[in-house]
């Protein structure tokens, strides 16, 4: 793919990677993903902001075959999908300054093993002139990580804004307005590498809303040529309360479990309740980390395996206290062969949110007539508890 004209001085000289299907080892990646490193000239300098993953660089080198001098290289992140290739741009471009926030410069250094003489560091608010075009640094620490910042091209109205609003999506469309998936996609974004940050983005968000950017483009997926849905689905994801919905993961080894979940999702939906159902076993960890988006109560089912919860159901809760999801209240159904401490280890894993714990229901083997009964005052309990807290 050729560069792409985002505005009349900004080029997209990105990768799209097609074929990728994990992130960081972790993130599942249903549709691909793309390193996004922007092009900007001004009438007296060049900027390349960010270059991307280093097994894409002859991508973003390739791009840059036409262009004889970088004036300044901008790091807005030092994580390596977006810094990876700088060595071998400031190698290709030895008069280039490196621009990046006071706390990136030590982890470029050690990262990438960059001289620290080719780095020259930049604050909130400062502002790089390109001649007729001005760059002004933002910071916009914990989008992702705590050295984050952002970059506005002032005359344009561009923002270029690292991780914040990216999405995990291969697509030949430059602009999401033109893409499929979007929406799914960004949230997905969101869930897995925002939302345990969501209480320091709302400063950042503020900050960009006083920016009032005519484009966003951020380092993964496409460009937002309209900004205001994205700006408005992060505020409705950072700051709405929780909706009256639960996130129901379980996993089952003889079927015991699956009947009290079955009962408790048909409970939950006869009361209004939405239901987000995740068989453990299956299931794409992305999906339940969007479900855990909105969700006003968690639910845990699992065997007793060897005195303690399904290991599936521990990776789970663990995760879940990892993204700090704003959900109010936990509990945990689950059959036993003897006894075990299933709800509490599955509690002590989620420590981290403060939840309230509802009592869990745990059964000897197949549940009885008096513990599906219990599953349906259970069902009731988290009815009545969404509609006291107004959880719409
Ligand atoms: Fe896209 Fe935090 O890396």
Redo the contacts with the bound molecule.
Sequence with gaps: MKPRALTPSVLAVGAVDWDNRLFDSLIPLPDGTS?NSYLVRGSEATVLVDAVEPGMKDVLLGKLAEVPRLDHVVSL?A????SGSLPDVLARYPGADLLCSVKAKDMLVDLLRISPERIRTVGDGEELSLGDRTMRFVATPWA??PE?MSAFLVEEGVLFS??LF?SHLATGSLFAEEAEGVREAAKRYYAE?MMPFAKPLRRSLAKVRDLAPRIIAP??GPVFGDPEWILSAYEDWISSPPRNRAVVAYVSMHGSTRLLVDRLVDGLAARGVGVHRFDLTATDLGKLAMALVDAGTLVFGTPTVLGGPHPHAMQAAYLANLLKPKAEHLAVVGSYGWKGRAAEKIGEALGGLHLTVLDPVLCRGLPAEEDLAAVDRLAARIDALHREKGFG
Excluded: F, L, R
């Design positions: 390193y992140h994580e390596q999908d977006h992702h990580w984050t690292c991780d990216g590498i380092s993964h």
